[in-house]
């Protein structure tokens, strides 16, 4: 079984910045794979960014170069900086965790979840 514990959503305003943490517990193998998901109210959930544990990470296209997911290993955490932040951020982002990844940011291909933090960007 593995845990998820996501943190640090807030409101900001358009510009500003966030960084939220995923806490993770449980078995190592089972989560090898870290994404950010998030959906905002009537939308699907898309994909934010991924990152392994051996250090590969992906992200999605709206948010690349804005966002930057990284781990520290010591404290079983996964960050998500998220600079320039837009309204069209505005979401309750999801952390989630797999054994494997596809390549593709799949809500249906992770196996784990945590209860989601919530992130209004205000213009």
């Known amino acids: 079984q593995v845990q998820l514990v996501e943190s640090g959503g807030d409101s900001v305003q358009a510009g500003g910045s966030l960084r939220l943490s995923c806490a993770a517990s449980?078995?190592?193998?089972?989560?090898?794979?870290v994404a950010w998901f998030r959906q905002a109210p009537g939308k699907e959930r898309e994909g934010v960014a991924v990152?392994?544990?051996?250090?590969?990470?992906a992200y999605a296209l709206p948010v690349k170069g804005r966002f930057t997911i990284s781990q520290d290993d010591a404290k079983n955490t996964v960050y998500l900086q998220m600079n320039s932040l837009k309204p069209e951020d505005t979401a309750m982002y999801y952390c989630?965790?797999?054994?494997?990844?596809?390549?593709?940011?799949?809500?249906?291909?992770?196996?784990?979840w945590g209860q989601g933090t919530q992130v209004t960007v205000s213009s």
């Open positions: 990152i392994s544990t051996e250090g590969a990470l």
């Open positions: 449980g078995h190592r193998t089972s989560r090898k794979w």
């Open positions: 989630a965790a797999n054994s494997r990844y596809g390549g593709v940011l799949n809500a249906a291909d992770f196996a784990y």
